[in-house]
């Protein structure tokens, strides 16, 4: 059965109704859900309506059934192995895919224009032309760039932003050349301009995002997100094709609507991430320098259980430790007995806690935690002066004091969470090593913090079985 144009353009049309409800779920934990069930069904539609309308040739839908089993069994099997610790690789592993995609179909558009009724080799119309090497242009960077934001979220590249000598000046010049070549492609049509333009996008990826620290990566997801949306609208646009247009800029805007919010909330310039760290400069905590070994105290679970115990209020504060000890469950276990004993409790959620925007919100959930009893920063930072305890589960950038002492520090002015005003603060973190952005954090060394030296997870257990 072969779909007509007119009926493609209708059922996209509800695909695109359906992927607008999808990110309206999506903007909130207790309807997150229902979004996800809205985008599966969008998604489900165009997927059947861009298989039907191949042609009436047996091999177009052999081929084209084949790369659909091939990719849906991959994301299956990912889907079910994958850790959540590991979701802000998976994401930028996925981001780019999506540019890879956008880069294969310009490329495929380019040498075959007259299969996507684009004109033929040398004779393209220009305005296909410009569309098809905008999509591939920022293809390209999706895709280098979110493979270095895959090395070094996955640990095997240094989170610490990488800058040379002439950096921006390096990066102006090549941004500026793509649209030169660009508008010269246009002109003469050349293959040679064409693959040239392509192999310079994938260099302004990789020079985009390796100065770019890791306290900043949960953006840089974000950021890429977005990337790959104008990449799959661009390619839509030279396909013709409603369901890629809609989807790649709802995906684009959101995406970059997102970043946006998340960089105003850590105080973060919106150009200088999305420009590759534009106008940042090495920046080297004080605290780092001359580093020398100060006092910690350090306690147990009995300890701890005993702090609890005697509080009327806790406020818990989850990092990515407790997503690495997969300890959300023990930590609901926790928070019950603590409830039990009319002991107050909420959750302090920074923005960018753990490794990309809503991660711990997302291990609460799957833990069943009440959303009430969630709070984010600006909603929750003033209660920690009159809180008796704050119970840090790996959170340590998001925690530390230096952001708001230190001048040097590669996170000064991010807002962070205020625990160190609690009268007791429990931090949980198997050793004295630095957070993700790689400096050490000031919390540690303070009087009233006591550190809890053990598994996450472990550690949560035993202080149930105390109280």
């Not at 850790?83 to 802000?88: G, N, Q, S, V, W």
């Not at 793509?178 to 492609?185: C, D, E, H, K, M």
Request: contains cysteine; neutral net charge.
């Amino acid at each position: 059965m072969i779909i007509s144009p007119n009926l493609s353009s209708i059922f996209y049309l509800i695909s695109g109704v359906l992927f607008i409800l999808a990110l309206r779920g999506l903007s909130s934990p207790e309807t997150s859900r229902q979004g996800n069930f809205f985008g599966i069904i969008g998604m489900l539609i165009a997927i059947t309506v861009t298989f039907l309308s191949v042609g009436n040739y047996s091999a177009g839908f052999f081929y084209v059934f084949i790369f659909l089993l091939i990719g849906g069994t991959i994301g299956s099997i990912i889907a079910f192995k994958i850790p959540m610790t590991a979701m802000p690789e998976l994401v930028a592993g996925f981001h780019s895919l999506v540019g890879l995609a956008a880069v294969f179909v310009a490329i495929s558009a380019f040498i075959n224009p007259e299969v996507f009724n684009l004109g033929f080799p040398g004779n393209i119309k220009i305005a296909s032309l410009i569309e098809m090497s905008i999509g591939a242009a920022v293809g390209a960077i999706t895709f280098s760039g979110s493979i270095i934001a895959f090395l070094k979220l996955q640990g095997i590249m240094s989170g610490a932003p990488i800058t040379f000598k002439g950096q921006h000046l390096l990066n102006a010049l090549i941004l500026i050349s793509i649209i030169v070549l660009t508008y010269l492609l246009c002109v003469s049509q050349s293959s040679n301009l064409f693959w040239i333009l392509i192999l310079v996008s994938f260099l302004v990826g990789f020079l985009l995002i390796i100065p770019i620290g890791g306290a900043d990566m949960p953006v840089v997801i974000s950021m890429l997100n977005s990337y790959s949306g104008w990449a799959a609208a661009g390619i839509g646009f030279t396909l013709e094709n409603t369901a890629l247009i809609i989807t790649g800029a709802l995906v684009g805007s959101s995406g970059a609507i997102l970043s946006y919010i998340m960089c105003k909330g850590m105080n973060r310039s919106f150009f200088s991430v999305i420009l590759g760290g534009f106008g940042a400069t090495e920046q080297t905590s004080s605290s780092n320098k001359n580093k020398e070994q100060r006092p910690v105290k350090s306690g147990n679970a009995d300890d701890a259980a005993f702090l609890m115990k005697n509080a009327s209020s806790v406020i818990i504060v989850p990092g990515y430790g407790m997503a690495v000890a997969q300890a959300q469950h023990a930590l609901r276990e926790m928070v019950d007995t603590l409830k039990k004993n009319d002991i107050k409790v909420s959750y302090a959620i920074h923005p960018v806690a753990g490794r990309m925007p809503g991660h711990m919100n997302v291990l609460l959930a799957e833990a069943n935690v009440p959303y009430d009893e969630v709070f984010e920063l600006e909603e929750i930072n003033n209660d920690f002066a009159n809180a008796d305890v704050a119970f840090v589960i790996g959170a340590n950038d998001v925690t530390n004091p230096v952001a708001k002492t230190d001048p040097q520090s590669p996170i000064y002015g991010m807002p962070v969470l205020d625990v160190e005003k609690c009268k007791s603060v429990l931090f949980v973190k198997r050793s004295l090593s630095p957070g993700y952005a790689g400096i050490d954090n000031d919390l540690f060394y303070r009087e009233n913090t006591l550190m809890l030296f053990a598994d996450a997870k472990k550690m949560t257990e035993d202080i149930t079985k105390n109280l």
